[in-house]
């Protein structure tokens, strides 16, 4: 297959019209297409086509039985799909369009390929343009996972996009950088309370401030036991890997920085450091990952940061244990997954 590769720099120009019927249509007939979101890139298809839906497993190596999430261009066409409740217009008054993604009870409409069999379905309604505007020209749910082969950190640019998909998709339309660079917060409704599946930008406080009752599946924060089966299949599986091995540092920034320093003697190791440690830390490969306090700029740089840091061929990659509040949450759900829970503590 040979994969256009388009451009789009603003949405309400007239060439970016055209490019956005020529990509629903692909979408209309069954055909794949890459689409930028505010938090990571986006392999699209028909949501409610069972064949194109299996596509996009084929196009990802992705196991079959790690659902989709299905995207809508407004909260309200969730109607469609699932059968919605008060809390879903809570958070949708609170968070839509934007990085959420909430799990309900699905409607026969959709098909068992895009759930992996399961009885619910996830939806999303993103805030980034492009996205938005595709999904409104196509006029279907478009049923989208990350676009990154399985296994691979997300892509949060197109040439990230191209490295992994050119030849397996229709189209990648080059929407720049992803805004936020994690992929969206996912939720699950019970009743009248709600299970975080996935921390994102939209943070656990913040779900607090809509819903009284808030948990958190174990599976965000710990390693799944052997046989256990998690809320959300994906959190199975080994994510966003890099090639050389990752190492979470755990302890007080001077003690982290004495531990670095006496390995970079031995080793060639790349870090994950915080703009202030530039200077002290100058023999080594240095990826600086945004200023300490800065988590928003964490989450934006972390998954280029990890791909960077893999063609570097080091032995060993380091990085800061994240804090988990806030933000944190999220940077720690991904950095102890590209890990594989390896924390030193120094
Ligand atoms: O930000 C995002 O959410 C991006 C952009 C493209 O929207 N998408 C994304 O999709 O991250 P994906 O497929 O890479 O991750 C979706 C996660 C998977 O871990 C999957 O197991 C879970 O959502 N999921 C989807 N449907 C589910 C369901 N019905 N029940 C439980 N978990 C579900
Ligand atoms: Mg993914």
Redesign the pocket.
Known sequence: MTTQFVKINDVAAKESKAILEEAAKIIKNGGLVVFP?E????LGANGLDENASKKIYEAKGRPSD????I?ISTPDDAEKYCYTSDIYYALAKAFMPG?L?V?MPKKDIVPFTV?AG?D???V?C?ANEIANALIEEANIPIA???ANLSGKP?PTRADYVLEDMEGRVDMIIDGGECEIGL??T?V?IYGDSLTL??P?AVTYDALCMVCEDVKIAPSVLEMLKENEKP?????KYKHYAPESPLVLLDGDEENVIEYLRNEMKEKKCAILCYNEEIDVLSDAVLLPIGEKEDLAAHAHSLFTLLRDADKKECDVIYAHLPQKNGLGLALYNRMIRAAAHTIKKV
């Open positions: 979101t938090t990571v890139y986006g790690n659902p989709l999430i995207h990085p993604t799990i759930t399961l619910t379905v996830a999303r993103p989208a996972p990350s997300s992929e969206s996912i699950m599946l996935r994102g809320l959300s299949p994906g959190m």
